[in-house]
């Protein structure tokens, strides 16, 4: 068996483009995905220099130029340039040093297409723009954005109450606004409520997630780009200018690079934003509510959150509890979820039996409110009498503990630190072991590990272990 034509055959067969270069960025290998994003034909392609085949991309922005120079990896980094048949194109590249006993010999880069991402992003944009520019023909609860008011929150506990008691008396103010909550707790609805009971509930609300994005798509997305300000680039507003009278939510605030909080902060203090390659700044009036599922001053402390953005936005700081901490209100939410069902489904189901209800209570729900829901919408669809009973939940491992049999772990967890961070650090070492016995070699500490490469990259980017030669 000719294990290298199988090699080159998966290669070629991969949506990613691959492309190999020397020290002096002569393409040594080119594969077939790369002629269809690249517009070059592989077989003119190997010989030639790379800016040859990338002709609107100079040599000092060239990420091959970069990443030989440095001899450090370039990960998920965004570039929008014009191919070799003149079609605009925007990539995701990682770029990977090749390096043998010190010397650096070329470099390797893995890249994919987003231009349909960009252009689904654009249409976002466009179409939000226009029907925040409408007056007529919708409510204007919808029209504003929203679709959740505060009293959308089922609950009655004491902390419930709490939190909708904070959510009224902050609405009015301009403050910025930090919310911290588990996943699944009902962030977002929380955000919406908190705009719909304020003065600017008749302006319009923009959501987005920040982990969703590259650094530089997300950059162009909140802030704008002027036509110019890169290859194929257009007058765009971005989403503070969409949202001016505003609410602005940024969620997983915890997924957004230093570099770009360092400008959110610059118009948190000043009102202004310039759009990306523009000089000219323009004054916004916009509420800034961010969300993360972490606790602020843990990403401080692990650097994932400027301690300069932290302090500015961190004025008004809304704790939505975990559903475990209010298990009283499960019994309204199992209600609550049953109606919505019962409509969606055309069904009569009057409630859950004692047992599944035991089992609810006895449940800490990891996933909160909305794994809470799920779970009723699940059964739903087996149910066939008036209640749900425990043969219809399709997580139900009983009795009501599931045992789960664990190898031991040898590191105290102290009490400071919490089980999520110590299965973090534990991941952390896990992964540094592993690429130590590869010699650092990405793809065999990744084939080690089982993981697929880019696992292993978004891994190393969120526990920010540094790359090395």
């Not at 010397?103 to 925040?132: C, P, R, W």
């Not at 772990?409 to 690429?435: N, Q, R, T």
Request: glycine share 6%; proline share 3%; aromatic share 8%.
């Amino acid at each position: 068996m000719d294990y290298k034509n199988i090699i080159e055959l998966i290669i070629n067969n991969l949506e990613e483009g691959i492309i190999v270069v020397d020290s002096n960025l002569n393409i040594r290998y080119f594969n077939e995905s790369s002629r269809n994003i690249t517009g070059f034909d592989p077989k003119e392609a190997i010989g030639k220099n790379i800016l040859q085949v990338f002709p609107n991309i100079k040599k000092e922005n060239s990420t091959f130029h970069k990443v030989i120079n440095s001899k450090m990896p370039i990960i998920e980094h965004v570039q929008n340039y014009i191919n070799y048949v003149g079609k605009s194109v925007s990539i995701v590249t990682s770029t990977i040093p090749i390096i043998n006993d010190g010397k650096i010999e070329g470099a390797i880069e893995i890249f994919k297409d987003l231009t349909n991402v960009v252009e689904l992003s654009e249409k976002i944009l466009m179409l939000q723009s226009t029907l925040h520019g409408k007056d007529a023909g919708f409510n204007k609860f919808f029209q504003n954005g929203t679709q959740y008011h505060l009293s959308d929150m089922i609950g009655q506990s004491k902390l419930i109450n709490e939190l909708k008691l904070k959510v009224q008396k902050v609405a009015n103010s301009n403050s910025p606004v930090f919310v911290f909550g588990e996943t699944g707790t009902g962030k977002e609805l929380v955000v919406q409520g908190l705009h719909n009971l304020s003065y600017r509930r008749n302006k319009p609300f923009i959501a987005q997630n920040c982990g969703a994005l590259p650094e530089n798509l997300l950059e162009s997305i909140l802030f704008g780009t002027v036509q110019g300000s890169f290859t194929g680039a257009k007058d765009k507003q971005g989403l503070f200018e969409l949202a001016d009278g505003g609410t602005l939510f940024l969620d997983e605030l915890n997924s957004m690079e230093l570099g770009l909080q360092s400008k959110l902060l610059r118009v948190i203090e000043d009102g202004m934003i310039r759009r990306v390659g523009s000089t000219k700044t323009t004054v916004v009036d916009v509420r800034l509510v961010v969300a993360s599922n972490e606790e602020a001053k843990k990403l401080v402390k692990e650097n994932k959150l400027r301690e300069d953005l932290y302090y500015r936005l961190n004025v008004i700081n809304l704790n939505i509890p975990p559903l475990r901490d209010r298990k009283e209100d499960i019994p309204i939410l199992v209600e609550h979820f049953i109606k919505i069902c019962n409509d969606k489904m055309n069904k009569s189901v009057k409630s859950v039996d004692k047992h599944v209800m035991e089992y609810f209570l006895n449940n800490d729900w990891p996933g909160n409110v909305r794994e809470l829901q799920n779970t009723i919408e699940s059964s739903m669809n087996f149910a066939e009498g008036e209640y749900i009973r425990l043969d219809d939940l399709q997580t139900y491992n009983g009795p009501y503990i599931k045992n789960v049999e664990v190898e031991h772990f040898e590191h105290k967890i102290s009490k400071d630190i919490g089980l999520k961070m110590a299965v973090e650090e534990y991941e952390k070492s896990i992964i540094k072991l592993a690429l130590d016995e590869a010699g650092n070699n990405y793809a065999q500490a990744a084939r080690n590990l089982k993981i697929p490469k880019q696992t292993l990259y978004s891994k190393l980017k969120k526990y920010r272990i540094d790359l090395k030669d």
